[in-house]
């Protein structure tokens, strides 16, 4: 396990509109604003042919094979993320949402890119002091937080 601790920061509320491309509209914003490192919660509606990725194609295989789902349809979203930078200070979401339409949700990982149907409300709470960045992992191809303030060997 590895650790950092910081504070709450600024608190932005955000609605995305008909269209705009996530996670790249969540991204560009917190580069604008300044923002490194954030807590994200979604709702909304999300467009038509939206792709998550939704597993690996086998659990087993390094690096491993992302699965990618396409939504038919419109579909109700809810999701919780978080928002880190990577290497270059170049801020990356990482966000899973479910995403219903009917009886049937199918739940993954935004990073293909979703649309927004109408409108997405984000709140993007801003985390201050905390010593985390993405780096990406050699074996899995994964864009993995690294927190440098500490670590704690599990038993």
């Not at 509606?45 to 690096?63: F, N």
């Amino acid at each position: 396990m590895q650790y950092t601790e910081g504070q709450i920061g600024r608190v932005f509320a955000i609605r995305l509109e008909h269209g705009d491309p996530m996670p790249q509209a969540l991204e560009d914003f917190a580069a604008e604003k300044g923002v490194r490192s954030g807590l994200v919660i979604l709702v909304g509606g999300v467009e038509d042919g939206s792709r998550l990725v939704v597993g690996p194609e086998d659990g087993e295989s390094l690096p491993p094979v992302p699965q990618v789902g396409t939504l038919k349809g419109v579909h109700e979203a809810a999701g919780v993320g978080t928002l880190f930078p990577d290497e270059s200070g170049k801020p990356v979401l990482h966000l899973h949402a479910a995403c219903g339409r009917g009886e049937k949700t199918v739940t993954g990982c935004i990073r293909a890119g979703i649309v927004t149907w109408h409108v997405l409300e984000v709140l993007l709470v801003e985390l201050t002091g905390l010593d985390a960045v993405r780096v990406a992992d050699p074996v899995t191809k994964f864009q993995l937080l690294r927190c440098s303030e500490g670590s704690r060997e599990q038993a």
